[in-house]
């Protein structure tokens, strides 16, 4: 029997999960940190646009600072996020931000003087100002008041994610790649660690610590379309929902992404349309300016994708063999440009598609069509990272539903939340595995242990009758079909009916390769894709059963944002030996909010069941503000009285910037 | 047209005791654009489930799936089957890293040793308050950070080179950039004198023997060779001091 101890064990080698553990690191307890591939290689590595902080260095950024980076987290969460913890967030981002650069991530400077840059489709000059001047600098968004993403040309996430892990590795994080975490080992109260594999010679593994967290990214891989690594299986949630006690949080809450180019699904930042690319049909025509006059290109992600989606429904998109697409064009930015600070689009263009987004006209145009981006749901914790089921089980990043996003997310606000949960949860975490040293009882970990190794050896005993292959990709093709952008609930109901069948199904298949002590790609299929199945199974009747619209859960059959009966969060579970998870809700609660709910300034207006408590908390919220401002209070005090948050000092602290210090 | 596509893939399991070494060869219908990824995908869920590779981004920038292409190393996420005239496709694991089954090698282990033994990290002695606005670079400079920073441990560059493969301990064009990388880096204190403790000798610097197929090979096009000369140049120039 194998067990390993460490004071705290992370699963997931990510952005999320790497901080986090420096974190513990630096609180001088050890710390492993599983993966399944070398970390390096995480999908965090494909952030190619950047990660929003409200630093305000740039001309364009002048005047930023963390209310206005929380007002848009809110909005672009459609009311959905948690607003405390946007607040935890928007303070902390800026310095998440600065001590990446003081580990040596070359984000892209500002240049005093002028320069030209393209808004909404024309030249345009600015002048960054003199003190500026060698600043971290910050590109335009979807969504945003302030150009806020600080970037490293396209390649932001493998610059960042490099930074990160090999401070991991300066500060001894023990990590174990190619390390899948199969099973979480708990009492009933309490996580213990968990049950892992090694994917290289199939050995089952304890690993047992004072505390457990899960960083294991988000599930892309359930939809046929997706930007997503081929790793991103939802596999540590769907553990995390194994335990019966762990509740998933807003599973139907599934971001789509405007530009992910054709067939291939690989990622066009961003930072395409942030740095003034723009949108054509199968005329030309630039058409997003009739749809969102005010934002065009750049409302958020989930009403880009909505629009593009109803013009290909008009008929107006391109026909190809692998169905009808849009155009990007970025050739508009100039050669130049798109060599410099686009770099990698240019080279998936070229490689994937033989297109040079360079060359002027429809030929350097690229066939880009809205795909599964971003799970914005996950593992429910507290502010603080904890699951409130299962004492010692941390999440963070895209694998928890901590919850700033809400139903939408906002470009360059995953990214930042990697780090900023990093630091914040990470934070939590290490007080955590200090204070809670217990005694462990070997006899729970030795049950698991061979648990797991009969679970594995069923799997490869049985003569099933199904390939785990075709029923992944049913899976997959439902997914895209039925509980993508547009949903229904015929459409949702019949995803759930065949999706639970196909889970049935997946419980009797036949592993070719029987041996269990090698790397086994067929068994691994064979114990990933029920686990899909489960988190596949939580999206599709989450969906069905909330009965309206927000940010990108979208409902045909509800197309308004019912804030009457929906300001409140799903919660799904999994009671062992069912096949369909059961739901329950929490209310969010209006009158504690710092923003009541109101109009997002994009998409359709009006569009909107308002709760009465909204028009009743806001009047109490300008009366605080009136009053205060009257008596001189500064911005930081208004906002202590709208809603105190917690975060820990060395977070909250404020932010520097230049001209305003610490205003 | 479409035409047929014969994909050979080497085979091994080393921790089997009645696996011998051989390939298999998979035939299949070549589509626009295919590319290796595809190959073996379609291979691992129609043909063969038991296969062993390495994919993550399929993107090119994860640097998870490198192997033998026909010969030669390279990303099998951005190779493209119609870049090879007779349609047929030879596929090794990449030597110079352990072995784990079929094409999968264990490059996580060597870049983790290769991290460790370069520090590859920030050196300095500054306590940075994250609360206050961030050290000042010039632009130029960052742009240049961020240039030998692209590399993402494909490992291509150590299973092309001739001296890794006679001199195992070599630290190879991957290890050499990083300290380029870091003498570069502003945010860096270490001087050429750190940096020659650390790769200043036959299986650092001095072991190369600039046959060049490390930067020919390079999918990120890094200036491997010229950062090599340039690290060579500071630490003979520091030795002669």
Not at chain 1, 264 to 291: K, N
Not at chain 1, 388 to 397: N, R
Not at chain 2, 164 to 191: C, E, V, W
């Amino acid at each position: 029997m194998n067990i390993q101890y460490s004071d705290a064990l992370v699963i997931g080698g990510g952005l999320a999960g790497l901080r986090a553990a420096i974190e513990v690191a630096k609180s001088g307890q050890s710390v492993t940190l599983l993966s399944i591939c070398p970390v390096k290689r995480s999908h965090s590595a494909a952030v190619q646009g950047g990660m929003q902080a409200s630093l305000g260095n740039g001309a364009k950024g002048e005047g930023d600072n963390e209310d206005l980076h929380f007002a848009d987290t809110v909005k672009g969460s459609d009311w959905g996020c948690d607003q405390e913890v946007a607040r935890m967030f928007a303070q902390t981002a800026p310095k998440a931000v600065r001590e990446l650069a003081a580990w040596g991530v070359p984000w892209t400077r500002v240049k005093k003087g002028e320069r030209t840059v393209v808004i909404n489709a024309q030249k345009t000059t600015i002048k960054e100002r003199d003190e500026a001047h060698g600043l971290i600098n910050a590109r335009d968004f979807g969504g945003t008041k302030k150009w806020r993403t600080c970037f490293i040309a396209d390649a932001t996430g493998h610059c960042m994610l490099y930074g990160v892990a090999n401070e991991a590795i300066k500060h001894q994080v023990k990590i174990i790649d190619r390390m899948e975490a199969v099973r979480i080992i708990h009492d009933g109260k309490k996580c213990l660690g968990v049950i892992a594999r090694d994917l290289t010679n199939g050995q089952l593994i304890a690993y047992v610590a004072r505390g457990t967290m899960i960083a294991t990214g988000g599930y892309g891989r359930i939809y046929k379309q997706t930007t997503n690594a081929v790793i991103c299986e939802g596999t540590g949630a769907a553990i995390a929902l194994e335990t019966g006690l762990c509740r998933l949080s807003n599973m139907e809450a599934v971001q789509f992404h405007p530009t992910p180019i054709v067939p291939s699904g690989i990622l066009l930042t961003e930072g395409c349309r942030g740095d003034g690319g723009i949108l054509r049909d199968v005329d030309g025509y630039r058409f997003m300016p009739d749809y969102e006059p005010e934002k065009k290109e750049l409302a958020s992600r989930d009403v880009v994708s909505r629009r593009m989606m109803e013009h290909i429904r008009k008929g107006k998109g391109v026909k190809s063999p692998y169905g009808d697409h849009l155009w990007l064009d970025i050739s508009i930015l100039g050669r130049a440009h798109v060599e410099k600070n686009l770099r990698d689009v240019q080279d998936i263009c070229k490689t994937f598609n033989g297109i040079d987004p360079a060359d002027e006209g429809p030929k350097g145009w690229a066939p880009v069509l809205p795909m599964q981006h971003y799970s914005m749901g996950g593992i429910r914790t507290k502010p603080t990272g904890e699951s409130q089921w299962l004492d010692g089980l941390f999440a963070c990043g895209e694998a928890a539903c901590w919850d700033m996003h809400g139903f939408n997310r906002l470009g360059g606000n995953s990214c930042a939340e990697t780090v900023v949960a990093g630091m914040i949860v990470g934070d939590y975490f290490a007080d955590y595995c200090k204070n809670n040293g217990e005694i462990i009882d070997t006899n729970i970990v030795k049950d698991f242990l061979s648990k797991e190794y009969q679970y594995l050896k069923s799997l490869t005993d049985k003569e099933g009758k199904h390939n785990v292959f075709e029923i992944k990709n049913r899976m997959k093709e439902i997914m895209w079909d039925k509980v993508a952008i547009f949903r229904t609930g015929e459409g949702l109901k019949e995803a759930v009916d065949e999706l639970e069948k196909l889970y049935k199904d997946a419980q009797d298949v036949k592993v070719h390769c029987k041996e269990l002590d090698c790397a086994n790609p067929e068994l691994e299929e064979a114990y990933r894709v029920p686990r899909m199945l489960k988190i596949a199974l939580c999206v599709a009747y989450g969906a069905l059963l909330r009965t309206e619209s927000r940010g990108a859960h979208y409902r045909e059959d509800y197309p308004k944002r019912d804030d009457l009966n929906w300001m409140k969060r799903t919660l799904t579970y999994w009671v062992e030996g069912e096949t369909l998870p059961r739901v329950e809700y929490a209310d969010l609660d209006i009158m504690k909010m710092e923003m009541p709910p109101a109009f997002r300034g994009y998409g359709a207006k009006g569009n909107i069941i308002e709760n009465p408590l909204s028009e009743k908390r806001q009047a109490e919220v300008d009366a605080i503000r009136e009053k205060m401002e009257a008596e001189g209070k500064s911005r930081h005090e208004i906002q202590h009285a709208l809603m105190p948050y917690e975060l820990q000092p060395k977070y909250k602290a404020l932010n520097q910037r230049i001209g305003v210090d610490y205003e | 047209m479409s035409r047929k596509l014969t994909i050979k893939a080497f085979k091994y399991n080393p921790l089997s005791k009645i696996s011998k070494p051989h390939f298999v060869t998979y035939e299949l219908e070549e589509t626009p654009f295919m590319t290796i990824f595809v190959c073996l995908t379609q291979i691992r869920e129609k043909m063969d489930a038991d296969l062993s590779f390495d994919f993550v981004c399929r993107a090119g920038i994860c640097g998870s799936c490198a192997m033998m292409i026909n010969g030669v190393p390279k990303l099998a996420c951005k190779t493209l089957t119609k870049d090879y005239p007779d349609g047929v496709i030879e596929l090794m694991p990449m030597p110079a890293f352990r072995h784990i089954k079929d094409l999968s090698v264990n490059t996580g282990e060597w870049f983790e040793d290769m991290c460790k033994r370069v520090e590859s990290w920030v050196h300095n002695e500054k306590e940075t308050d994250i609360s206050k606005i961030e050290e000042r670079i010039e632009p130029e400079v960052a742009d240049e950070t961020f240039e030998l920073d692209r590399c993402i441990e494909c490992g291509i560059c150590v299973a092309s080179c001739a001296t890794k493969l006679m001199r195992p301990n070599f630290i190879a064009a991957t290890g050499l950039l990083r300290t380029a990388r870091y003498l570069q880096d502003p945010h860096d204190h270490r001087s050429v004198e750190d940096f020659y403790e650390l790769v200043g000798d036959d299986d650092g610097v001095f072991g190369c023997m600039s046959l060049l197929a490390c930067e020919d090979n390079c999918p990120k096009n890094l200036p491997l060779q010229s950062k090599i000369a340039y690290m060579r140049r500071q630490l003979v120039a520091q030795k002669n001091k």
